[in-house]
């Protein structure tokens, strides 16, 4: 059975990073997600789930300095040996909170930068975070992007996911599927992930085109949360959207579906 995790990054943002957890029990919650954990204690983000009986799905690794602009670095060949600390940090986070499932976002483009030579920088990172996370019956996440929401971000092409997540050979290697970036992208998620189902591992929501909750904009989720149930998707849907109005009022689409 599908069960949502709510994310704690973009949900509830009223209100203080730790408090969010408290939050989301209050609101049915029984799992949560997060994007980047790391500026907070990673104590007291255990102590808060630990207290309020929530499980930590799904978080990133450290993207760099996304205030100048990082998107990850998993694709600089120039921090190779910076992007391997993130993973230590990553797992070390993951671990202490028992968060099985960690994405890493590419990064964008380096200006005047080879495609080629920066694919197989990506590849060879995912293949060592892969072996490290494996270490610790971690699973590891890549996730095409948008690139109107992120312009330049290399990892941008569903089917390019795929080819990687197929060469890099590695059973703790999966797709991260979020229907919001898919449709920006595609404009036609079903058939998308009928396609790719078996490589899927953690999907996200969304709705086109404010990336606010289900029910704002263009998408019909009703349809889409069918199909996870007829293809048999058991794995968690992450709300990673931008809640339009109040966070508390954001759920009202779940108790119409």
């Not at 996370?133 to 312009?151: G, K, Q, R, S, V």
Request: hydrophobic share 35%; glycine share 6%; with cysteine.
């Amino acid at each position: 059975m599908n069960q949502f995790s709510v994310n704690l990054s973009t949900i509830f943002t009223e209100y203080p990073f730790i408090d969010r957890i408290k939050k989301a029990k209050e609101h049915g919650f029984t799992h949560v997600e997060c994007q980047f954990p790391y500026p907070y204690s990673l104590e007291k983000i255990k102590r808060e789930l630990d207290d309020h009986h929530l499980s930590m799905v799904l978080i990133n690794l450290p993207p760099g300095d996304w205030v100048s602009g990082d998107r990850g670095m998993a694709i600089d060949p120039n921090r190779i040996e910076e992007f391997r600390e993130s993973v230590k940090i990553g797992i070390r986070y993951a671990t202490t909170i028992q968060c099985p499932r960690i994405h890493c976002m590419a990064g964008v483009m380096p200006e005047k930068s080879n495609k080629e030579q920066v694919r197989d920088v990506f590849i060879n990172n995912i293949k060592y975070a892969a072996a490290k996370m494996a270490e610790h019956d971690l699973t590891l996440l890549i996730e095409p992007i948008n690139t109107f929401d992120i312009p330049g971000y290399f990892l941008n092409d569903l089917h390019e996911a795929v080819h990687i997540i197929k060469e890099v050979h590695s059973p703790n290697v999966k797709l991260q599927f979020d229907f919001y970036h898919i449709q920006r992208t595609y404009g036609h998620t079903l058939t998308l992930f009928e396609r790719y189902t078996h490589l899927i591992e953690h999907v996200q929501i969304a709705d086109v085109p404010g990336r606010y909750q289900p029910g704002t904009g263009e998408m019909d989720y009703q349809e889409i949360f069918d199909l996870l149930h007829n293809l048999h998707y058991e794995g968690f849907i992450g709300l990673e959207y931008s809640p339009k109005g109040k966070s508390e009022e954001s759920f009202n689409w779940m108790t119409t579906r």
